[in-house]
């Protein structure tokens, strides 16, 4: 069978198609999108990813890409593992001593780049005579800061031996977590002990309560959110508070929306700068502003709310829907 040789872009002469080092050589691995058939073509590699001898056992390139990937990451794992443990400020002002740790201190940070680089290199399409052949493809891809994984297993197996975490807690935990947010359930793993069986487990059902509660306030929030009370401004108020004047209409606006604690008025500040921009921003901050008084006034000392706040039925009646629909979602 006659081989193909591939098109190497300029930028890319002389370096490995798998990893982004040196080549000095190539392999020889059938591809089956060239005239309908398999071809034989030959891609450039460095001697290490062809010492992998990943290229013996399998058939095609497109499985032949992932296997050295992996292999790589494995390989490297100690390299790799210095970005994961150290920062390069940590590592320079580190005080080792002794010839080997000098070394490390030294060298540490690069050979860690260098790693991190052959794992994240992105091969060049692939063109014979111009020709594109196919492009190359990765179907889904699992990072954890800043490295890019083929698969979810290869992630699971650095991760855990990296950071020494128990690899099916860590899988389960991933799963709560989503693979986006692969860092934060590392740093979980890494905070909970889960040495033993009991321990994982326990571990486990903390985090799911959490995971639990966080969407029950979502969806109280979200519930919260929709609340739409008409509160006639005719029956507000204004309120005198010191050298304060909180106007009716931003008690109204809190009214209706439901803000009953500074919670809610956090969460609703983009709401309220929108409803009030016309007013200019220097007299939405004011209204702003006099709310969080009246707000913190309100919350502070109940005898005021009970005997001074001229509202107080207005807000009795807002308190009761607000907990009528917290009930509601909760159900
Ligand atoms: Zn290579």
């Given at each position: 069978m006659e081989v193909l040789e591939i098109d190497i872009p300029f930028e890319y002469r002389?370096?490995?198609?798998?990893?982004?080092?040196?080549?000095h050589t190539y392999i020889e691995v059938n591809h089956s999108e060239i005239n309908g058939g398999l071809s034989l073509i030959s891609i450039p590699t460095c001697d290490e990813c062809q010492s992998y001898g990943c290229h013996l056992s399998v058939i095609t390139l497109d499985e032949l890409r992932p296997l050295i990937k992996d292999k790589i990451i494995i390989r490297s794992s100690k390299e790799l593992s210095i970005g994961a443990n150290w920062t390069e400020k940590e590592l320079t002002e580190s005080d080792f001593t002794g010839n080997a740790f000098e070394g490390f201190k030294r060298s540490g940070w690069e050979m860690f780049l260098i790693a991190k680089e052959r794992v994240n290199f992105k091969a060049w399409d692939l063109c014979i005579d111009g020709i594109p052949i196919s492009e190359v493809v990765n179907e889904e891809i699992f990072e954890f800061d800043g490295l890019t994984f083929s698969n979810f297993n290869s992630m699971l197996d650095y991760l855990s031996k990296t950071f020494f975490l128990d690899k099916p807690f860590l899988k389960r935990v991933l799963t709560l977590y989503g693979n986006d947010r692969t860092i934060e359930a590392v740093k979980f793993c890494r905070l909970v002990?889960?040495?033993t069986e009991t321990e994982r487990e326990i571990a486990f059902e903390d985090l799911v309560e959490s995971f639990r509660e966080k969407d029950a306030l979502a969806l109280n929030n979200k519930i919260l959110d929709k609340l739409v009370l008409y509160v006639d401004i005719d029956s507000i108020v204004p309120v005198q508070l010191k050298n304060n004047t909180i106007p009716a209409l931003s008690i109204q606006w809190a009214m209706q929306n439901g803000v009953i604690n500074f919670e809610t008025l956090d969460r609703l500040e983009d709401n309220f700068f929108d409803t009030f921009s016309s007013e200019g921003d220097e007299k939405a901050f004011q209204l702003f502003n006099a709310l969080e008084i009246y707000l913190d006034k309100r919350l502070s000392s109940l005898s005021w709310r009970k005997?001074?706040?001229?509202n107080f039925a207005l807000w009795e009646y807002v308190e009761s829907q607000c907990k009528l629909i917290r009930t509601r979602g909760n159900k």
């Amino acid at each position: 069978m006659e081989v193909l040789e591939i098109d190497i872009p300029f930028e890319y002469r002389f370096k490995c198609w798998f990893c982004g080092e040196d080549s000095h050589t190539y392999i020889e691995v059938n591809h089956s999108e060239i005239n309908g058939g398999l071809s034989l073509i030959s891609i450039p590699t460095c001697d290490e990813c062809q010492s992998y001898g990943c290229h013996l056992s399998v058939i095609t390139l497109d499985e032949l890409r992932p296997l050295i990937k992996d292999k790589i990451i494995i390989r490297s794992s100690k390299e790799l593992s210095i970005g994961a443990n150290w920062t390069e400020k940590e590592l320079t002002e580190s005080d080792f001593t002794g010839n080997a740790f000098e070394g490390f201190k030294r060298s540490g940070w690069e050979m860690f780049l260098i790693a991190k680089e052959r794992v994240n290199f992105k091969a060049w399409d692939l063109c014979i005579d111009g020709i594109p052949i196919s492009e190359v493809v990765n179907e889904e891809i699992f990072e954890f800061d800043g490295l890019t994984f083929s698969n979810f297993n290869s992630m699971l197996d650095y991760l855990s031996k990296t950071f020494f975490l128990d690899k099916p807690f860590l899988k389960r935990v991933l799963t709560l977590y989503g693979n986006d947010r692969t860092i934060e359930a590392v740093k979980f793993c890494r905070l909970v002990p889960h040495e033993t069986e009991t321990e994982r487990e326990i571990a486990f059902e903390d985090l799911v309560e959490s995971f639990r509660e966080k969407d029950a306030l979502a969806l109280n929030n979200k519930i919260l959110d929709k609340l739409v009370l008409y509160v006639d401004i005719d029956s507000i108020v204004p309120v005198q508070l010191k050298n304060n004047t909180i106007p009716a209409l931003s008690i109204q606006w809190a009214m209706q929306n439901g803000v009953i604690n500074f919670e809610t008025l956090d969460r609703l500040e983009d709401n309220f700068f929108d409803t009030f921009s016309s007013e200019g921003d220097e007299k939405a901050f004011q209204l702003f502003n006099a709310l969080e008084i009246y707000l913190d006034k309100r919350l502070s000392s109940l005898s005021w709310r009970k005997n001074q706040d001229p509202n107080f039925a207005l807000w009795e009646y807002v308190e009761s829907q607000c907990k009528l629909i917290r009930t509601r979602g909760n159900k």
